[in-house]
C-alpha cells in the first residue's frame, strides 16, 4: 500500500485453461474496510512447474444510472 500498510497476501486456486476475476476489497475485506485506497498487485504461479499466466487489470464505473457506463483494461506488465 502506498500509505505504508503492511502487505497483504491470499492463495487463490485457480483450474487450468480457467478465467478467474478478484474484487480486490472483497478479497482483502480485513485491510481495506469500507474505504477506498491504493495497492498493488503480485501475481505469482507457484509451485514445482509454475504454469504461464495472462493476467490484466480492468476497472469500470457507472453513470448516469448506466452500469459499467465507462471501464478500461489492459494486460499487466511481466516483472520476472
Do not use: C
Not at 487450468?16 to 476489497?25: D, E, K, L
Not at 491504493?38 to 444510472?65: C, I, K, M, T
Request: aromatic fraction near 10%; proline fraction near 6%; avoid cysteine.
Amino acid at each position: 500500500f502506498d500509505d505504508g500498510t503492511a502487505p497483504a497476501s491470499q492463495v487463490v486456486t485457480i483450474g487450468a485453461s480457467s478465467r478467474f476475476n478478484i474484487h480486490v476489497p472483497d478479497l482483502f475485506a480485513g485491510v481495506f474496510g469500507s474505504s477506498q485506497r491504493r495497492f498493488g498487485v503480485l501475481v505469482e504461479s507457484l509451485g514445482a512447474s509454475p504454469a504461464p499466466l495472462v493476467v490484466e487489470w480492468s476497472v469500470y464505473s457507472n453513470a448516469g444510472g448506466v452500469s459499467w457506463a465507462a471501464g478500461a483494461s489492459a494486460p499487466a506488465m511481466k516483472l520476472r
